[in-house]
Protein backbone atom coordinates (compact mmCIF):
# COMPACT_ATOMS: atom_id res chain seq x y z
CA UNK A 1 0.00 0.00 0.00
CA UNK A 2 1.15 3.41 -1.05
CA UNK A 3 1.39 6.58 1.77
CA UNK A 4 -1.52 7.72 2.86
CA UNK A 5 -2.19 11.68 1.31
CA UNK A 6 -4.71 13.38 3.47
CA UNK A 7 -2.95 14.34 6.54
CA UNK A 8 -4.59 13.80 9.83
CA UNK A 9 -4.50 14.50 13.68
CA UNK A 10 -6.07 12.40 16.35
CA UNK A 11 -5.86 12.80 20.21
CA UNK A 12 -7.36 10.08 22.40
CA UNK A 13 -7.92 11.47 25.76
CA UNK A 14 -6.60 9.78 29.00
CA UNK A 15 -6.01 6.89 26.96
CA UNK A 16 -2.87 6.04 29.22
CA UNK A 17 -3.24 5.36 33.52
CA UNK A 18 -2.12 7.68 35.57
CA UNK A 19 0.09 5.40 36.99
CA UNK A 20 1.81 4.30 33.93
CA UNK A 21 2.31 7.63 33.20
CA UNK A 22 4.41 8.56 36.56
CA UNK A 23 5.99 4.81 36.45
CA UNK A 24 7.60 6.42 32.79
CA UNK A 25 8.81 9.40 34.59
CA UNK A 26 10.28 7.34 37.78
CA UNK A 27 12.45 5.53 35.28
CA UNK A 28 13.14 8.33 33.17
CA UNK A 29 14.44 10.68 36.21
CA UNK A 30 16.39 7.71 37.77
CA UNK A 31 18.08 6.98 34.65
CA UNK A 32 21.87 8.62 34.33
CA UNK A 33 23.00 11.70 31.95
CA UNK A 34 25.50 10.29 29.70
CA UNK A 35 28.70 12.60 28.63
CA UNK A 36 27.82 13.68 25.30
CA UNK A 37 29.88 15.15 22.45
CA UNK A 38 29.32 18.81 21.19
CA UNK A 39 26.08 19.18 18.68
CA UNK A 40 27.18 18.16 14.99
CA UNK A 41 28.08 21.47 12.99
CA UNK A 42 24.76 22.48 11.80
CA UNK A 43 22.39 20.90 13.61
CA UNK A 44 22.81 21.69 17.02
CA UNK A 45 19.70 18.98 17.73
CA UNK A 46 22.02 16.11 16.72
CA UNK A 47 24.23 14.80 19.59
CA UNK A 48 25.93 11.57 20.42
CA UNK A 49 27.48 10.12 23.83
CA UNK A 50 31.11 9.94 24.22
CA UNK A 51 30.98 6.45 24.74
CA UNK A 52 29.62 4.73 21.47
CA UNK A 53 28.35 1.89 23.10
CA UNK A 54 25.69 4.14 24.56
CA UNK A 55 24.09 5.62 21.46
CA UNK A 56 21.40 3.40 21.68
CA UNK A 57 19.91 4.71 25.08
CA UNK A 58 21.08 7.78 26.26
CA UNK A 59 19.99 10.85 28.50
CA UNK A 60 21.16 13.85 28.06
CA UNK A 61 20.99 17.98 28.91
CA UNK A 62 20.88 20.61 26.25
CA UNK A 63 21.80 24.67 26.36
CA UNK A 64 18.12 25.74 26.89
CA UNK A 65 17.79 23.16 30.01
CA UNK A 66 15.69 20.68 28.52
CA UNK A 67 16.24 16.98 29.01
CA UNK A 68 16.37 13.91 26.54
CA UNK A 69 16.63 10.03 27.01
CA UNK A 70 16.92 9.08 23.37
CA UNK A 71 16.24 5.32 22.30
CA UNK A 72 16.59 3.20 18.91
CA UNK A 73 14.69 -0.21 18.58
CA UNK A 74 18.80 -1.63 18.99
CA UNK A 75 18.03 -0.85 22.73
CA UNK A 76 16.21 -4.47 24.09
CA UNK A 77 15.41 -3.08 27.61
CA UNK A 78 14.01 0.50 27.79
CA UNK A 79 13.00 0.90 24.58
CA UNK A 80 10.43 -2.05 24.46
CA UNK A 81 9.32 -1.29 27.95
CA UNK A 82 8.25 2.18 26.85
CA UNK A 83 7.08 1.02 23.66
CA UNK A 84 4.55 -1.65 25.47
CA UNK A 85 3.11 1.04 27.09
CA UNK A 86 1.88 2.99 24.21
CA UNK A 87 1.72 0.76 21.36
CA UNK A 88 -1.50 -0.16 21.53
CA UNK A 89 -2.97 2.94 21.84
CA UNK A 90 -1.61 3.86 18.11
CA UNK A 91 -4.14 2.93 15.10
CA UNK A 92 -3.83 0.87 12.68
CA UNK A 93 -2.84 3.47 9.97
CA UNK A 94 -0.27 3.03 7.29
CA UNK A 95 2.09 5.49 8.59
CA UNK A 96 2.40 4.28 12.33
CA UNK A 97 3.35 1.16 11.20
CA UNK A 98 6.63 1.19 13.88
CA UNK A 99 8.49 2.89 16.01
CA UNK A 100 11.89 3.71 14.77
CA UNK A 101 12.70 6.51 17.84
CA UNK A 102 11.85 7.37 21.02
CA UNK A 103 12.49 9.91 23.09
CA UNK A 104 11.13 11.25 26.71
CA UNK A 105 11.74 14.94 26.70
CA UNK A 106 11.50 17.37 29.38
CA UNK A 107 10.15 21.04 29.07
CA UNK A 108 11.39 23.04 32.52
CA UNK A 109 9.83 26.77 33.47
CA UNK A 110 10.66 29.07 30.12
CA UNK A 111 11.95 26.25 28.08
CA UNK A 112 9.53 25.94 24.46
CA UNK A 113 9.94 24.18 21.01
CA UNK A 114 10.16 26.36 18.07
CA UNK A 115 8.10 25.21 15.26
CA UNK A 116 9.62 22.94 12.71
CA UNK A 117 9.16 20.04 10.50
CA UNK A 118 11.14 17.03 11.62
CA UNK A 119 14.22 16.22 9.10
CA UNK A 120 16.21 14.08 11.37
CA UNK A 121 14.68 11.07 9.10
CA UNK A 122 13.85 11.39 5.90
CA UNK A 123 11.52 8.27 6.14
CA UNK A 124 9.44 9.27 8.86
CA UNK A 125 5.86 9.20 8.36
CA UNK A 126 4.49 10.04 11.95
CA UNK A 127 4.58 11.48 15.46
CA UNK A 128 2.96 10.29 18.80
CA UNK A 129 3.34 12.85 21.75
CA UNK A 130 2.30 11.14 25.02
CA UNK A 131 1.76 14.08 28.01
CA UNK A 132 3.65 12.35 31.33
CA UNK A 133 2.94 15.53 33.66
CA UNK A 134 0.00 16.99 35.13
CA UNK A 135 1.10 20.16 36.97
CA UNK A 136 2.22 22.55 33.84
CA UNK A 137 0.90 25.56 32.47
CA UNK A 138 1.82 26.64 28.59
CA UNK A 139 3.44 24.27 27.08
CA UNK A 140 0.42 23.69 24.50
CA UNK A 141 1.58 21.60 21.36
CA UNK A 142 0.80 22.23 18.52
CA UNK A 143 0.18 21.13 14.82
CA UNK A 144 0.10 23.60 12.11
CA UNK A 145 -2.66 26.22 13.21
CA UNK A 146 -4.29 23.64 15.46
CA UNK A 147 -3.00 24.26 19.04
CA UNK A 148 -3.68 21.10 21.47
CA UNK A 149 -3.73 21.75 25.45
CA UNK A 150 -3.02 18.05 26.08
CA UNK A 151 -2.39 16.69 29.54
CA UNK A 152 -1.38 13.81 31.35
CA UNK A 153 -2.44 10.84 29.81
CA UNK A 154 -3.17 12.13 26.69
CA UNK A 155 -1.86 10.87 23.20
CA UNK A 156 -1.59 13.44 20.28
CA UNK A 157 -0.90 11.53 16.41
CA UNK A 158 -0.20 13.29 13.81
CA UNK A 159 1.17 12.14 9.97
CA UNK A 160 3.55 14.01 7.42
CA UNK A 161 5.46 14.96 10.07
CA UNK A 162 8.72 16.02 7.95
CA UNK A 163 6.26 18.52 6.11
CA UNK A 164 4.38 19.63 8.71
CA UNK A 165 5.36 22.39 11.13
CA UNK A 166 4.95 21.23 14.75
CA UNK A 167 6.01 22.65 18.13
CA UNK A 168 5.44 23.76 21.65
CA UNK A 169 4.53 26.90 23.24
CA UNK A 170 6.64 27.56 26.34
CA UNK A 171 6.24 26.55 29.55
CA UNK A 172 4.79 29.05 32.42
CA UNK A 173 4.50 27.25 35.27
CA UNK A 174 5.81 23.74 36.37
CA UNK A 175 7.65 20.92 34.06
CA UNK A 176 6.10 19.64 30.76
CA UNK A 177 7.78 15.73 30.25
CA UNK A 178 5.90 13.70 27.31
CA UNK A 179 7.20 10.49 25.22
CA UNK A 180 7.93 10.93 22.07
CA UNK A 181 7.52 8.27 18.94
CA UNK A 182 8.13 8.87 15.47
CA UNK A 183 7.07 5.91 13.29
CA UNK A 184 8.17 4.62 9.55
CA UNK A 185 6.35 2.53 7.54
CA UNK A 186 7.52 -0.04 4.65
CA UNK A 187 5.91 2.03 1.87
CA UNK A 188 8.65 4.67 3.05
CA UNK A 189 11.15 2.13 3.88
CA UNK A 190 10.86 -0.01 0.68
CA UNK A 191 14.07 -2.32 2.18
CA UNK A 192 12.48 -3.65 5.36
CA UNK A 193 11.02 -6.61 5.00
CA UNK A 194 7.56 -7.67 7.57
CA UNK A 195 9.61 -9.18 9.73
CA UNK A 196 11.38 -6.09 10.90
CA UNK A 197 7.94 -4.97 11.64
CA UNK A 198 6.00 -5.26 14.83
CA UNK A 199 2.23 -5.24 14.13
CA UNK A 200 -0.08 -5.37 16.80
CA UNK A 201 -2.64 -2.45 17.17
CA UNK A 202 -6.25 -1.54 17.23
CA UNK A 203 -7.84 -0.59 13.62
CA UNK A 204 -7.86 2.89 12.30
CA UNK A 205 -11.67 4.20 12.31
CA UNK A 206 -11.56 7.66 10.44
CA UNK A 207 -14.66 8.18 11.47
CA UNK A 208 -14.22 7.65 15.23
CA UNK A 209 -15.20 10.25 17.69
CA UNK A 210 -12.98 8.73 20.29
CA UNK A 211 -9.45 8.63 18.12
CA UNK A 212 -10.25 11.47 15.50
CA UNK A 213 -9.88 15.36 16.82
CA UNK A 214 -10.04 17.07 13.58
CA UNK A 215 -9.02 14.77 11.27
CA UNK A 216 -8.39 16.61 8.13
CA UNK A 217 -5.89 19.79 9.01
Known amino acids: ?57 FKYKDKYGRTYWSMTPMDTTDFIYLLDKVFDKVPDHPDFEFVSYMQVIEYPMNTMCNQHKDTGDMYD ?10 DFEGGKFSVDDIVIDAKQGDLVMFNHSTTTYHGVSPVTKGVRTVLALWFQAQHSTPELSEEDIIDDKPKFDENSETNTYNALL
Not at 125 to 134: H, Q
Open 125 to 134: TATAILVLDD
Open 1 to 57: MGPIEVPIIMISKKVVKRDTCKLILHKFRNKEYTEITNPIEGDENVVMPVDETLANN
